[in-house]
């Protein structure tokens, strides 16, 4: 097998930074790196600044999208205490609502049972809930699931504790999914104190035993692989108190597809979790003449050549099997050998 073909990818875990951040990364350069890395589709993360938490603020990263994505691109709305009202009037532009219950970059939280109720509430029915929660807060998102009956997506599952009580969970038949991100099945504690800041994100790398159990669910419990695509510039990284998180659009499918080399993960699971299984929870469309092809050669993953406008990996020099030679979106080429050639607002807007 030298070349493959893949449907389009989707990440429903990207942080875009857009309003705030653009010397972080924008919505062209991030879409641009997601082509690079097999995505036709992104989901992106409202912790900017200011958070998507108000319906001006809402519009107005919605429109900036619009004009700058090469992908198909949604955004998911924030919620805070003090703009809890709001929420019907962000629905229109999000595809979903991110509520953040733990500690991590920016000061998006929620830490009252009165917003955490007035969200499952207020937030409309038919567009779902996704949670950064660490921990016991899993239980928490469960009990809300329960509780209301809707669906809650659990983001970036990193430990045995909470991939196991989520495993529980579904098997008493609870409406809750999770995605787990490649660089807590890649990296330990270990390589936490090797890679120093850029090793460091929310959750923090785990121990070997949570990185055996989250591939002990591959084929089970988890249902999406989500990058957490999360860039900060290396002066940020190098500086006193870096902020948490580590860039993974163009590496999140070389490193899944060199565990499909390795014989511990199938093909056509990788599609389930990276395509199908995130386009059924997220309730997104289907992208017809739409395809990946990919070179299933090693190579080394190689910081100087990303197309994210932050430019480093913690996966810099790792041999990996399998790059991204040629996306199709929508029927036109829109990347090709290390160039990306769909222009800004080519892509398409999901709400
Ligand atoms: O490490 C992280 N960085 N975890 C998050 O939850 C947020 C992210 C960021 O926005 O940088
Ligand atoms: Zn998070
Ligand atoms: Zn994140």
Redesign the pocket.
Known sequence: MSEITLPGLVDVHT?L?VPGGEHKEDFATGTAAALAGGFTTLLA?P?TTPPLTTPQVMEEAFQQAQADTRCELGLFAGASPEQIGQLPALAPYAVGLKI?L?D???PLRVEDLPTLTSCFQSWPQEKIIAM?AEKQSVAIGIGLAATFNRPVHF??ISRRQEIELIDFAKRRGLPVTCEVSPHHLYLTQADAVRLGPLG????LLGTQDDVDALWDHINDTIDCIAT?H???TLEEKRAASP????PGLETSLPLMLTAVQQGRLALSRLIELMSTNPRRIFNLPEQPDTRVDVDMLPYRINSNTLLTKCGWTPFDGMEVIGQVRRVQLRGEIVYEKGLSIAPPGSGQMLS
């Open positions: 942080h930074r993360m912790n953040y733990n991590t970059f920016g950064h983001c970036h460091d994100m929310r959750p957490d999360a860039p900060h902020p948490p998180g580590v």
